[in-house]
């Protein structure tokens, strides 16, 4: 056969082929039974034993007894008495590929507030997931960083070549709102101090005053977008607040004059301990790791404070979900709880919370008739045993399974 032949053949057959490749390949939220399941909803601070729950159409349809009969149609999975409680949130996530979206599932997260990305590709996986072509994570885009050295990130839209000098002043901050936005865009993310994980800044010095941040928050507020601030230092924490922001990441070095005033409005913290933490491992530079040692013991005293004070706390892991680093939200939790939480309490930032602070909490963050099939099962009760969140025996994500790794018995034994 001649080459001109063989190639007609082999594009013919290609084209033949990909809508079943695709098809095959594409996630599809199926209609379950999932019986025998021990159950913590997300919001009582209990367990339901031996539960019936049917997801169906990408929602959980019906909670019942284990008596209820179950109707046809259904896949009946047996979660052999095993914990489903609700999907994770990380609210503060650097997500910008289909693996690190991956490995955020298997963690047991299914919905993720993107905290910049270097190109919208936050906006790209959202659309994935709400397609249905990716099981998830569910993304709130937060585009591209307005900070006032874009640096490489100009790259990412051709309008960004104006802004290549800095963005400082009223038009140029109000330019870059307006294109995050008009590339679709959820949230604003933008700054009030310097970075933590850099030896050569102090994450204490503030960057944009308040009167800049405000100008951020209004042009957001036109388009009805909230702002979310990267702040270690109390003095551009406290600018982001009074100018307005939801919620203020990191808040290392907060005072409890700010976290009163936190309360007070309703603004949300990020504490992102996690990744404060890993300032302290060996691999990061010494001057981090100097920095880590007093940096990281103050933030935990800033939970402390910011829990007591009644300030509303959400989980975020600030993490690229890479193969390198154990920076996950049930880490986050476990922390949540040896600093002084309940485990209902920690469990709770982490779910329904994180879903009131993404404003989801009418459709998402607790296993409820109605809600988004959204659910994690794991291998013990972890009102009790918080540890629970590091062993994610199942993950389903708008209806869809993404992570099945049960039974571990073998049932359909042949002689």
Same mark, same amino acid.
């Given at each position: 056969?001649?080459?001109?032949?063989?190639?007609?053949?082999?594009?013919?057959?290609?084209?033949?082929? &990909? %809508? *079943? $490749?695709?098809?095959?390949?594409?996630?599809?939220?199926?209609?379950?039974? @999932? +019986?025998?399941?021990?159950?913590? !909803?997300?919001?009582?601070?209990?367990?339901?034993?031996?539960?019936?729950?049917?997801?169906?159409?990408?929602?959980?349809?019906?909670?019942?007894?284990?008596?209820?009969?179950?109707?046809?149609?259904?896949?009946?999975?047996?979660?052999?008495?095993?914990?489903?409680?609700?999907?994770?949130?990380?609210?503060?996530?650097?997500?910008?590929?289909?693996?690190?979206?991956?490995?955020?599932?298997?963690?047991?997260?299914?919905?993720?507030?993107?905290?910049?990305?270097?190109?919208?590709?936050?906006?790209?996986?959202?659309?994935?997931?709400?397609?249905?072509?990716?099981?998830?994570?569910?993304?709130?885009?937060?585009?591209?960083?307005? &900070? %006032? *050295? $874009?640096?490489?990130?100009?790259?990412?839209?051709?309008?960004?070549?104006? @802004? +290549?000098?800095?963005?400082?002043? !009223?038009?140029?901050?109000?330019?870059?709102?307006?294109?995050?936005?008009?590339?679709?865009?959820?949230?604003?993310?933008?700054?009030?101090?310097?970075?933590?994980?850099?030896?050569?800044?102090?994450?204490?010095?503030?960057?944009?005053?308040?009167?800049?941040?405000?100008?951020?928050?209004?042009?957001?507020?036109?388009?009805?977008?909230?702002?979310?601030?990267?702040?270690?230092?109390?003095?551009?924490?406290?600018?982001?607040?009074?100018?307005?922001?939801?919620?203020?990441?990191?808040?290392?070095?907060?005072?409890?004059?700010?976290?009163?005033?936190?309360?007070?409005?309703?603004?949300?913290?990020?504490?992102?301990?996690?990744?404060?933490?890993?300032?302290?491992?060996?691999?990061?530079?010494?001057?981090?790791?100097?920095?880590?040692?007093?940096?990281?013991?103050?933030?935990?005293?800033?939970?402390?404070?910011?829990?007591?004070?009644?300030?509303?706390?959400?989980?975020?892991?600030?993490?690229?979900?890479?193969?390198?680093?154990?920076?996950?939200?049930?880490?986050?939790?476990?922390?949540?709880?040896?600093?002084?939480?309940?485990?209902?309490?920690?469990?709770?930032?982490?779910?329904?919370?994180?879903?009131?602070?993404?404003?989801?909490?009418?459709?998402?963050?607790?296993?409820?008739?109605?809600?988004?099939?959204?659910?994690?099962?794991?291998?013990?009760?972890?009102?009790?045993?918080?540890?629970?969140?590091?062993?994610?025996?199942?993950?389903?994500?708008?209806?869809?399974?993404?992570?099945?790794?049960?039974?571990?018995?073998?049932?359909?034994?042949?002689?």
């Amino acid at each position: 056969m001649k080459p001109t032949v063989l190639k007609f053949v082999g594009v013919f057959l290609l084209l033949c082929l &990909t %809508p *079943n $490749l695709l098809q095959a390949s594409s996630p599809r939220a199926g209609s379950y039974a @999932l +019986i025998n399941a021990n159950l913590f !909803d997300g919001v009582t601070n209990k367990i339901s034993h031996d539960v019936v729950v049917l997801v169906k159409d990408g929602l959980i349809e019906l909670i019942a007894d284990s008596y209820v009969s179950l109707p046809l149609g259904y896949e009946v999975i047996d979660l052999e008495g095993n914990y489903l409680m609700p999907g994770l949130y990380d609210v503060h996530t650097h997500i910008s590929t289909l693996d690190q979206a991956k490995r955020a599932l298997d963690s047991g997260v299914t919905t993720v507030r993107s905290a910049s990305v270097p190109a919208f590709q936050d906006v790209a996986l959202r659309e994935l997931a709400q397609s249905g072509k990716i099981a998830g994570p569910d993304m709130v885009a937060a585009g591209i960083y307005v &900070t %006032p *050295n $874009l640096g490489e990130t100009v790259l990412a839209d051709p309008r960004l070549a104006d @802004l +290549i000098g800095g963005v400082n002043s !009223d038009e140029e901050l109000r330019k870059l709102v307006d294109i995050n936005v008009d590339r679709g865009v959820d949230v604003i993310k933008t700054r009030g101090t310097e970075r933590a994980g850099l030896p050569d800044t102090d994450p204490r010095q503030q960057v944009y005053s308040q009167r800049q941040l405000r100008v951020i928050v209004d042009q957001a507020a036109r388009h009805n977008k909230s702002v979310m601030v990267h702040a270690h230092g109390d003095e551009g924490a406290r600018a982001a607040l009074l100018a307005g922001a939801r919620s203020i990441e990191h808040g290392s070095y907060l005072s409890l004059e700010t976290l009163k005033e936190m309360a007070k409005r309703g603004t949300w913290l990020v504490p992102t301990y996690v990744t404060m933490d890993e300032m302290n491992e060996q691999e990061y530079d010494h001057v981090l790791r100097l920095r880590g040692k007093y940096m990281v013991p103050r933030l935990e005293k800033v939970i402390q404070m910011a829990h007591a004070q009644g300030v509303k706390i959400a989980t975020g892991a600030d993490s690229y979900y890479d193969n390198l680093t154990v920076n996950r939200i049930s880490v986050e939790v476990e922390q949540f709880v040896r600093l002084g939480l309940s485990n209902f309490e920690a469990l709770q930032t982490a779910t329904v919370n994180s879903a009131e602070q993404l404003e989801l909490d009418k459709i998402t963050g607790r296993i409820a008739v109605g809600y988004q099939a959204d659910m994690i099962l794991v291998p013990a009760n972890p009102l009790q045993h918080i540890e629970a969140l590091q062993d994610v025996l199942m993950v389903i994500s708008n209806g869809i399974i993404s992570l099945k790794r049960i039974p571990f018995g073998v049932h359909n034994d042949r002689k």
